[in-house]
Nanobody
């Protein structure tokens, strides 16, 4: 079983910065995608940024040029650096990892979500 641990949310003024992190527990992984989603009150969860097969990063239009997704494969961790934050970025942010983990001699598919991190941007 794969568990994700998020950290780094908080309250920041408009124009400020925050960094979120999401780490998978110890183990051997083959990641097909790792990404960040967010859900604002009364709205559906939406994609923020995603890393596909360790190579291709895609960003949602509202965050392009302001948010940066990076990774640390040694620590099985991804980060979301959020700069020039706006009040409309206020949401709960969730990380999502998909792939396979080694269980004995087998590789087992997984699709897991982090617990969510509240990001609040004041005007």
């Amino acid at each position: 079983q794969v568990q994700l641990a998020e950290s780094g949310g908080g309250l920041v003024q408009s124009g400020g910065s925050l960094t979120l992190s999401c780490a998978a527990g110890g183990g051997d992984y083959i990641f097909s995608s790792r990404g960040w989603y967010r859900q604002a009150p009364g709205k559906q969860r939406e994609l923020v940024a995603t890393l596909i097969n360790r190579a291709t990063t895609n960003y949602a239009d509202p965050v392009k040029g302001r948010f940066t997704l990076s990774k640390d494969d040694v620590r099985s961790t991804v980060y979301l650096q959020m700069d020039s934050l706006k009040p409309e970025d206020t949401a709960i942010y969730y990380c999502n990892f998909k792939g396979k983990f080694r269980s004995g001699r087998d590789w087992v598919a997984f699709d897991e979500w982090g617990q969510g991190s509240q990001v609040t941007v004041s005007s």
